[in-house]
């Protein structure tokens, strides 16, 4: 994978798994990751090849991979086994919903969780997010890699509770501020890799404890499916984050942290405050 990302203090930056250099050195045309993303639709050019020298990724803290994310979607219900868990059929047709641009925070959080009055009980969710790098309409799913900049992980919070008093009350459920963490890298896929996701293993981790663990394969909806059908529906755009669903959810209280685990993408951790 080559990867995308924002320092703590906004400097975006592109590299591999050995490292990075900044993202002028590479693209002098883009001042941000946004800039960058119709680039990563045909693969980001290599490190090694640009004239910087490498810094290591942990000489540096970083932020989440976008500051100015596009419309988020969130989609219910993806993995069989959770759908099993809520004692929900699965949907016929991908489960939908907008989170707005207010709710998302990056690496660490902290996840502010809602006063007690207003919710008694959070779940957290590991999600891989799949990310739009161009401006797109009704594209056709074999076709859909030429929009898609790449992925990351996110954790989704909900407002259970909430959202168990009325199914009409999702999007406050879904939309607290720092409901949704980005995570600090942005992986894009080598320019002409064949890689289906399929094998690749999403994991909800609470205080180091894996709560919920599933493959991408075994999605109702794959992530470019996802796209496909949601560029049926309205135009697409650079920026637009689409999390595919969560293998579980698990509730948490302040003092925990959470962590999303996806296999060949990344990882980003929050700690749980009130």
Excluded at 170 to 195: H, I, M, N, Q
Aim: a negative charge; charged letters at 25%; glycine letters at 8%.
């Amino acid at each position: 994978m080559r990867y995308l990302a924002r320092s703590a203090a906004g400097r975006p930056v592109v590299g591999d798994d050995g490292g990075f250099v900044p993202l002028s050195a590479a693209y002098p045309d883009a001042g941000s990751v946004r800039d960058a993303l119709a680039h990563a639709t045909d693969g980001l050019r290599g490190v090694d090849s640009l004239p910087a020298a490498r810094t290591a990724w942990e000489a540096e803290s970083f932020g989440p991979f976008l500051g100015d994310p596009g419309k988020l979607f969130g989609i219910g219900l993806n993995y069989a086994d959770h759908a099993a868990d809520l004692s929900e059929a699965p949907p016929d047709e991908p489960a939908s919903f907008f989170k707005p641009a207010t709710a998302a925070t990056g690496p660490g959080g902290p996840v502010r969780l809602p006063p007690t009055a207003e919710s008694e009980r959070v779940t957290a969710e590991a999600e891989l997010a799949v990310v739009v790098g161009r401006t797109c309409r009704n594209v056709d799913e074999s076709e859909v890699d030429d929009v898609i900049a790449g992925f990351a992980p996110v954790i989704d919070m909900t407002a259970e509770d909430v959202l168990q008093r009325n199914p009409r009350f999702l999007t406050r459920a879904k939309s607290y501020d720092t409901f949704l963490v980005l995570g600090p890298r942005l992986a894009v896929p080598e320019p002409d890799a064949d890689d289906s996701l399929d094998d690749v293993e999403v994991r909800t981790v609470v205080n180091d404890t894996v709560e919920s663990r599933n493959t991408v394969a075994n999605m109702h909806f794959s992530p470019r499916e996802l796209v496909a059908f949601h560029s049926r529906v309205m135009t697409l755009e650079p920026g637009d984050v689409i999390s595919t669903g969560t293998p579980g959810a698990h509730p948490v209280e302040p003092g925990d942290s959470v962590r999303a685990e996806v296999d060949r993408v990344g990882s980003v951790s929050a700690d749980v405050v009130r």
